[in-house]
T-cell receptor
Framework: ETGVTQSPTHLIKTRGQQVTLRCSSQ?????VSWYQQALGQGPQFIFQ???????GRGNFPPRFSGLQFPNYSSELNVNALELDDSALYLC???????????FGPGTRLTVL | GEDVEQSLFLSVREGDSSVINCTYT??????LYWYKQEPGAGLQLLTY?????DMKQDQRLTVLLNKKDKHLSLRIADTQTGDSAIYFC?????????????FGTGTRLLVSP
Protein backbone atom coordinates (compact mmCIF):
# COMPACT_ATOMS: atom_id res chain seq x y z
CA GLU A 1 0.00 0.00 0.00
CA THR A 2 1.50 3.35 -1.12
CA GLY A 3 1.28 6.24 1.33
CA VAL A 4 0.56 9.89 0.58
CA THR A 5 3.24 11.51 -1.59
CA GLN A 6 3.81 15.18 -2.39
CA SER A 7 5.95 17.02 -4.89
CA PRO A 8 8.12 18.95 -4.98
CA THR A 9 9.72 18.73 -1.53
CA HIS A 10 11.03 22.29 -1.62
CA LEU A 11 10.24 25.29 -3.78
CA ILE A 12 11.43 28.89 -3.89
CA LYS A 13 9.32 31.55 -5.61
CA THR A 14 9.23 35.33 -5.68
CA ARG A 15 6.36 37.58 -4.67
CA GLY A 16 3.64 37.81 -7.34
CA GLN A 17 4.44 34.47 -8.96
CA GLN A 18 2.15 31.46 -9.15
CA VAL A 19 2.83 27.95 -7.79
CA THR A 20 1.36 24.47 -8.20
CA LEU A 21 1.85 21.78 -5.59
CA ARG A 22 0.93 18.14 -6.14
CA CYS A 23 -0.35 15.32 -3.97
CA SER A 24 -1.02 11.65 -4.61
CA SER A 25 -3.47 10.13 -2.18
CA GLN A 26 -3.09 6.82 -0.42
CA UNK A 27 -4.47 3.83 -2.29
CA UNK A 28 -8.22 3.51 -1.76
CA UNK A 29 -8.69 7.09 -0.52
CA UNK A 30 -10.96 9.41 -2.52
CA UNK A 31 -10.78 12.52 -0.32
CA VAL A 32 -7.86 14.95 -0.20
CA SER A 33 -7.48 17.84 2.24
CA TRP A 34 -4.84 20.57 2.08
CA TYR A 35 -3.34 22.36 5.08
CA GLN A 36 -0.91 25.25 5.47
CA GLN A 37 1.58 25.11 8.33
CA ALA A 38 3.43 28.35 9.01
CA LEU A 39 6.66 28.19 10.99
CA GLY A 40 6.00 27.47 14.66
CA GLN A 41 2.26 26.98 14.12
CA GLY A 42 -0.16 24.11 13.76
CA PRO A 43 -1.58 23.25 10.34
CA GLN A 44 -4.53 25.36 9.10
CA PHE A 45 -7.22 23.82 6.89
CA ILE A 46 -7.29 25.27 3.36
CA PHE A 47 -9.86 23.11 1.55
CA GLN A 48 -10.99 19.57 0.84
CA UNK A 49 -11.73 17.72 -2.41
CA UNK A 50 -14.02 14.73 -2.79
CA UNK A 51 -14.76 13.08 -6.12
CA UNK A 52 -13.16 15.96 -8.04
CA UNK A 53 -15.26 18.66 -6.34
CA UNK A 54 -14.31 21.12 -3.61
CA UNK A 55 -16.63 20.22 -0.74
CA GLY A 56 -15.26 22.40 2.04
CA ARG A 57 -13.07 25.44 2.46
CA GLY A 58 -11.26 27.18 5.31
CA ASN A 59 -10.51 30.87 5.74
CA PHE A 60 -8.22 31.31 2.73
CA PRO A 61 -8.63 33.81 -0.14
CA PRO A 62 -9.71 32.76 -3.66
CA ARG A 63 -6.14 32.94 -4.95
CA PHE A 64 -5.79 29.54 -3.24
CA SER A 65 -7.46 27.06 -5.56
CA GLY A 66 -7.28 23.37 -6.24
CA LEU A 67 -8.14 20.45 -8.44
CA GLN A 68 -8.74 16.77 -7.94
CA PHE A 69 -8.28 14.27 -10.77
CA PRO A 70 -10.13 11.01 -11.55
CA ASN A 71 -7.34 9.02 -9.89
CA TYR A 72 -7.95 11.17 -6.74
CA SER A 73 -4.58 12.92 -6.91
CA SER A 74 -4.80 16.64 -6.27
CA GLU A 75 -3.16 19.99 -6.96
CA LEU A 76 -3.01 23.14 -4.88
CA ASN A 77 -2.52 26.35 -6.87
CA VAL A 78 -1.61 29.67 -5.31
CA ASN A 79 -1.67 32.84 -7.44
CA ALA A 80 -0.08 36.22 -6.73
CA LEU A 81 2.21 34.82 -4.06
CA GLU A 82 2.79 36.90 -0.93
CA LEU A 83 5.64 36.67 1.58
CA ASP A 84 3.22 35.27 4.18
CA ASP A 85 2.48 32.29 1.92
CA SER A 86 5.87 30.88 2.94
CA ALA A 87 4.98 27.69 4.81
CA LEU A 88 4.91 23.91 4.76
CA TYR A 89 1.94 22.73 2.68
CA LEU A 90 0.55 19.40 3.74
CA CYS A 91 -1.96 17.22 2.03
CA UNK A 92 -3.90 14.47 3.75
CA UNK A 93 -5.96 11.69 2.24
CA UNK A 94 -8.89 9.83 3.72
CA UNK A 95 -12.03 7.98 2.78
CA UNK A 96 -15.52 9.09 3.91
CA UNK A 97 -15.98 5.93 5.97
CA UNK A 98 -12.68 6.49 7.75
CA UNK A 99 -11.95 8.59 10.82
CA UNK A 100 -8.27 9.02 10.00
CA UNK A 101 -6.49 11.49 7.76
CA UNK A 102 -3.06 10.37 6.58
CA PHE A 103 -0.57 13.11 5.83
CA GLY A 104 2.14 13.38 3.23
CA PRO A 105 5.64 14.71 3.96
CA GLY A 106 4.74 18.21 2.78
CA THR A 107 6.10 20.78 0.35
CA ARG A 108 8.09 23.62 1.86
CA LEU A 109 7.39 26.83 -0.06
CA THR A 110 9.60 29.88 0.39
CA VAL A 111 8.43 33.18 -1.10
CA LEU A 112 11.13 35.85 -1.45
CA GLY B 1 -15.76 28.54 18.19
CA GLU B 2 -12.84 26.53 16.94
CA ASP B 3 -9.75 26.85 19.09
CA VAL B 4 -7.27 24.27 20.36
CA GLU B 5 -4.62 25.18 22.90
CA GLN B 6 -1.50 23.36 24.05
CA SER B 7 1.47 24.20 26.22
CA LEU B 8 4.50 25.00 24.09
CA PHE B 9 7.26 22.95 25.63
CA LEU B 10 7.89 19.87 27.80
CA SER B 11 11.23 18.46 28.90
CA VAL B 12 11.62 15.00 30.46
CA ARG B 13 14.35 12.46 31.15
CA GLU B 14 14.56 9.18 29.28
CA GLY B 15 12.51 6.50 31.04
CA ASP B 16 10.12 8.98 32.67
CA SER B 17 6.48 9.42 31.65
CA SER B 18 5.48 12.44 29.57
CA VAL B 19 2.06 14.06 29.76
CA ILE B 20 1.03 16.50 27.05
CA ASN B 21 -2.17 18.47 27.62
CA CYS B 22 -4.66 20.07 25.26
CA THR B 23 -7.90 22.02 25.58
CA TYR B 24 -10.44 22.55 22.83
CA THR B 25 -13.57 24.65 22.49
CA UNK B 26 -15.93 22.96 20.02
CA UNK B 27 -18.27 20.68 21.96
CA UNK B 28 -19.48 19.07 18.73
CA UNK B 29 -16.08 17.48 18.00
CA UNK B 30 -16.54 13.85 17.02
CA UNK B 31 -12.96 12.63 17.25
CA LEU B 32 -9.80 13.99 18.86
CA TYR B 33 -6.37 13.14 17.55
CA TRP B 34 -2.73 13.18 18.49
CA TYR B 35 -0.15 13.64 15.73
CA LYS B 36 3.65 13.59 15.95
CA GLN B 37 5.90 15.74 13.75
CA GLU B 38 9.64 15.25 13.56
CA PRO B 39 11.91 18.00 12.16
CA GLY B 40 11.34 18.61 8.45
CA ALA B 41 8.69 15.90 8.21
CA GLY B 42 4.93 15.59 7.79
CA LEU B 43 2.46 14.53 10.47
CA GLN B 44 2.31 10.99 11.79
CA LEU B 45 -1.00 9.90 13.33
CA LEU B 46 -0.28 8.42 16.76
CA THR B 47 -3.75 7.71 18.10
CA TYR B 48 -7.27 9.09 18.30
CA UNK B 49 -10.27 8.85 20.58
CA UNK B 50 -13.97 9.05 19.92
CA UNK B 51 -15.65 11.85 21.82
CA UNK B 52 -17.87 9.52 23.88
CA UNK B 53 -14.88 7.64 25.33
CA ASP B 54 -12.94 8.57 28.46
CA MET B 55 -9.72 6.70 27.84
CA LYS B 56 -7.85 4.82 25.17
CA GLN B 57 -4.62 2.88 25.60
CA ASP B 58 -2.33 1.86 22.78
CA GLN B 59 0.98 0.31 23.87
CA ARG B 60 2.99 3.13 25.52
CA LEU B 61 0.34 5.74 24.74
CA THR B 62 -2.65 6.57 26.94
CA VAL B 63 -5.21 9.17 25.91
CA LEU B 64 -7.54 10.66 28.53
CA LEU B 65 -10.57 12.75 27.56
CA ASN B 66 -12.59 14.93 29.91
CA LYS B 67 -15.45 16.02 27.70
CA LYS B 68 -17.05 18.21 30.37
CA ASP B 69 -13.88 20.31 30.68
CA LYS B 70 -12.94 19.84 26.98
CA HIS B 71 -9.52 18.60 28.08
CA LEU B 72 -7.45 15.96 26.31
CA SER B 73 -4.12 14.51 27.40
CA LEU B 74 -1.53 12.17 25.93
CA ARG B 75 0.64 10.15 28.27
CA ILE B 76 3.75 8.50 26.89
CA ALA B 77 5.13 5.81 29.20
CA ASP B 78 8.88 5.06 29.36
CA THR B 79 9.73 8.04 27.14
CA GLN B 80 12.67 7.48 24.79
CA THR B 81 14.98 9.95 23.03
CA GLY B 82 13.28 8.95 19.77
CA ASP B 83 10.05 10.43 21.15
CA SER B 84 11.56 13.93 20.91
CA ALA B 85 9.32 15.76 18.44
CA ILE B 86 6.41 18.20 18.25
CA TYR B 87 3.06 16.76 19.28
CA PHE B 88 -0.17 18.21 17.90
CA CYS B 89 -3.61 17.78 19.32
CA UNK B 90 -6.43 18.13 16.77
CA UNK B 91 -10.20 18.10 16.93
CA UNK B 92 -12.40 16.90 14.11
CA UNK B 93 -15.05 19.39 13.11
CA UNK B 94 -17.91 18.03 11.04
CA UNK B 95 -19.38 20.67 8.73
CA UNK B 96 -22.03 20.22 6.09
CA UNK B 97 -20.61 17.60 3.77
CA UNK B 98 -17.04 17.55 5.03
CA UNK B 99 -14.80 16.96 8.00
CA UNK B 100 -11.79 19.15 8.82
CA UNK B 101 -9.14 19.01 11.51
CA UNK B 102 -8.42 21.99 13.76
CA PHE B 103 -4.94 21.79 15.25
CA GLY B 104 -3.27 23.27 18.29
CA THR B 105 0.07 25.07 18.00
CA GLY B 106 1.96 21.95 19.10
CA THR B 107 3.97 20.93 22.15
CA ARG B 108 7.68 20.43 21.66
CA LEU B 109 8.82 17.41 23.68
CA LEU B 110 12.51 17.16 24.49
CA VAL B 111 13.76 13.89 25.96
CA SER B 112 17.22 13.96 27.51
CA PRO B 113 19.34 10.85 28.16
Amino acid sequence: ETGVTQSPTHLIKTRGQQVTLRCSSQSGHNTVSWYQQALGQGPQFIFQYYREEENGRGNFPPRFSGLQFPNYSSELNVNALELDDSALYLCASSSPSDNEQFFGPGTRLTVL
Amino acid sequence: GEDVEQSLFLSVREGDSSVINCTYTDSSSTYLYWYKQEPGAGLQLLTYIFSNMDMKQDQRLTVLLNKKDKHLSLRIADTQTGDSAIYFCAESILNTGFQKLVFGTGTRLLVSP
